[in-house]
Structures are given as C-alpha cells and as structure tokens.
C-alpha cells in the first residue's frame, strides 16, 4: 500500500490549495481515508475525514467552513480543498487509509497506511 501525498506549497493568508492523495495497493480500496496535520513542536492533529464507500465526512473545528474533503473512487484519489488559509494551518500534511470504507475516523489509531506528507506554509 502506497499514498503519495501533492499539492503543498507557500500562499498567503487568505489563499487557497488543494491537495490530493494518491493510493495504489489492492486492499486500500476498501479503507476510509483522512487527512491530519502536524506542526513544528505540536502533535498531530486530525483534520479531515471521509468515508470510502458514499459520502460521509467528519472535519476539525477549526477547518469547518474553510476545508473541504473529496474523493474519486476510480482514481483511487482523496482530495483535501482549502481555503481562507491562515498562518495557523502551516503544519505538514498527511494523508491516511484505514478501518472499514463506510466509516470515518478521526483518531490516528484507526488508520493503518500513512504517506510522506506534503508541506503547507501561509505567510501572514
């Protein structure tokens, strides 16, 4: 199993970017997926989380209204839109699979795959 996380970079406060998770392997297509995020001297933090199999999601407070979560199942692709971005949403950002397709999960523990992660920096 295999998640390649892209679409990271630098962009003002304000802005926006949209990061998407590539999976390939054969049984990760049965697991929900999220996203967390983990800033320099902070734990991990859950941010996102959808439900492989129809169209549950379950967000972080402080992205709700800001963050979208999305997914093409025939792409094997989980997608995590952001906008309104502030300073505070610098942290790298991970995404993951894991637990059965119809649910969401937002504690680490439940998810079994993890990728390298991708880099978000809002400059103020």
């Known amino acids: 199993v295999q998640l390649v996380e892209s679409g990271g970079g630098l962009v003002q406060a304000g802005g926006s970017l949209r990061l998407s998770c590539a999976a390939s392997?054969?049984?990760?297509?049965?697991?929900?997926r999220g996203w967390f995020r983990q800033a320099p001297g902070k734990e991990r933090e859950f941010v996102a989380a959808?439900?492989?199999?129809?169209?549950?999601?379950r967000y972080a407070d402080s992205v709700k209204g800001r963050f979208a979560i999305s997914k093409d199942n025939a792409k094997e692709t989980v997608y995590l839109g952001m906008n309104s971005l502030k300073p505070e949403d610098t942290a790298v950002y991970c995404c993951?699979?894991?637990?059965?397709?119809?649910?969401?999960?937002?504690?680490?523990?439940?998810?079994?795959?993890w990728g390298q992660g991708t880099q978000v920096t809002v400059s103020s």
């Open positions: 993951a699979a894991g637990g059965r397709g119809r649910n969401v999960y937002d504690t680490a523990e439940r998810y079994t795959n």
């Open positions: 392997g054969e049984t990760v297509r049965t697991y929900a």
């Open positions: 959808i439900a492989w199999f129809g169209t549950t999601a």
